[in-house]
């Protein structure tokens, strides 16, 4: 009668409690990036500290983590007609609204020696040989307002176009400035 009683509120508590329904599944996004690169130089080394999304729902922005290190180096030089990956992450299900990209350096490379052997994006870029200029840059935040769903057990892409040509002035001679200039091109 003992063992009845205590099967009995045993099977009572895990029918109040609720079974478990199963991890909760994610969705994946690729954050790639393209760009229209600046015409006056061989190479344009342009270091991202963070990229990140923000959900309808949510106070805070989620991080979209580099494929490799805490940063992510890209020569925007080799990005021309080609794309790379930026961030690869499992996030939750939702809807999205903004894109936020921390800048967190910037140069440029004039040497019009052997190119530059690395991929377009990497944790570290080694910078070519030869005469350069830092770029000062006016706001490394930069804002997307550009809205998207993630679903669950699916993966979107979006591609960001990082314009060289409208986001580097020369400001005086040998003196460059950068206001990064980035749309997203795609979302699928």
Known sequence: MMRTFIAAASL??????????????????NMRITDTPF?????????????SVH?????????????????????????EGAQDVLGVGALAPGHYTQIRLIVASAALYFANGTPILDPACAAVIAPPAG????????????????????????????TLDFDGDRSIRETGPGRYRMTPVIGVLSVQ
């Open 55 to 79: 959900m309808t729902d949510g106070a805070d922005w989620t991080i979209v983590p580099f494929t490799d290190g805490t940063s992510r180096t890209c020569d925007l030089k080799k990005l």
């Open 131 to 158: 005469d350069s200029a830092s770029l000062e840059i006016s706001s490394g935040e930069v804002k997307l307002n550009r809205q998207f769903d993630l679903v669950a057990g699916d993966a979107t892409t979006i």
């Open 39 to 51: 015409e006056n130089a061989k190479a344009v080394l342009v270091t991202f500290d963070a990229v």
């Open 12 to 29: 009572l508590t895990l029918a109040c409690s609720g079974s478990p329904t199963g991890p909760t599944q994610s969705a994946t996004l």
